[in-house]
C-alpha cells in the first residue's frame, strides 16, 4: 500500500477513480434495472455528459497551472482526454447499435433528420486523430505540426457542447426547458477558453506571482537579536 501512494500522487488516484466511477455505477444500474422507462437513452445521456466533463477537465488543466502555478494538472491532462475519448466512443456504439442496431439506412435517415447528430458526429470524428496522436511517440513524429493539430479541441469543445445544447428539450433564447445543465457547460467552456488568451493569461499568471505565490511561500524567520 505504501508502494501504491508512492507511485501514484492523490490527484492521479482521485483522476483515475473519479474517471472510472460513472462507468461503473452505469454498469451497475443496467445489472439491477435501475435504468429508468428509456434504459438505452438514459446510458446515451450519462455517458455522453460523462464524455462532456471530463473533456472540461482536461481543458482546465492549463488554467489551474496560469492561476496557481500547480504543475501537476498538465501531466494529467492527457489522461483526462483519453478519458473523454473513452466515453465518447461508448456514447457513439450505444447509438449505433443498441439504438438503431447498425441498421445504417436508418442511421442515415435519422442523421439528416436531426442536424444535433451531425455536430455531434463531426465532433467525435475529429477527436479520433487527437486520441491516437496523444502518445509521446506521435510527439516525434509530427513535431510542430503535433501541436497545431491539438489544438483543433478549441474548435471540437465548442461543437461538443452545441450537439449537448442541441439534444435536450428547450430553447437557449428564451431560456426555457432542460436547457440548465448545457447552459452551466458551455459557460465553463467559455472561460476555460478566455484564459487561454494570451492577455489573459499573462495577466493571470503577474496576479498570481504578485499576490498568491508571496502568500504560498514560508515566511523568513527573523534574526535573534544580538546580545
Excluded at 151 to 170: E, N
Amino acid at each position: 500500500m505504501k508502494n501504491f501512494f508512492q507511485r501514484y500522487t492523490p490527484l492521479q488516484i482521485i483522476m483515475h477513480v473519479g474517471a472510472w466511477f460513472p462507468l461503473a455505477r452505469l454498469i451497475f444500474d443496467f445489472l439491477t434495472d435501475n435504468l429508468t422507462a428509456n434504459p438505452i437513452q438514459a446510458m446515451e445521456q450519462r455517458t455522453g455528459r460523462a464524455a462532456v466533463t471530463l473533456l472540461l477537465l482536461s481543458l482546465a488543466c492549463t488554467p489551474m497551472n496560469t492561476l496557481f502555478g500547480w504543475k501537476e494538472p498538465l501531466k494529467r491532462r492527457r489522461a483526462l482526454g483519453l478519458y473523454a475519448f473513452l466515453y465518447a466512443t461508448i456514447h457513439v456504439l450505444i447509438f449505433l447499435d443498441l439504438d438503431f442496431g447498425l441498421a445504417w439506412s436508418l442511421i442515415i435517415q435519422t442523421v439528416f433528420q436531426k442536424p444535433y447528430i451531425i455536430v455531434g458526429m463531426t465532433a467525435f470524428l475529429l477527436l479520433v486523430p487527437l486520441a491516437i496522436t496523444s502518445f509521446d511517440v506521435w510527439k516525434v513524429r509530427l513535431k510542430k505540426n503535433w501541436k497545431r493539430l491539438h489544438q483543433v479541441i478549441y474548435f471540437i469543445a465548442p461543437l461538443v457542447i452545441l450537439h449537448y445544447g442541441w439534444s435536450k428539450k428547450g430553447t437557449f433564447l428564451a431560456l426555457q426547458g432542460d436547457i440548465v445543465r448545457p447552459l452551466v457547460y458551455g459557460l465553463v467552456l467559455l472561460f476555460l477558453l478566455i484564459f487561454r488568451l494570451p492577455p489573459v493569461r499573462r495577466a493571470l499568471a503577474s496576479l498570481r506571482d504578485r499576490f498568491l505565490l508571496p502568500l504560498l511561500r514560508p515566511k523568513s524567520q527573523p534574526k535573534p537579536a544580538s546580545e
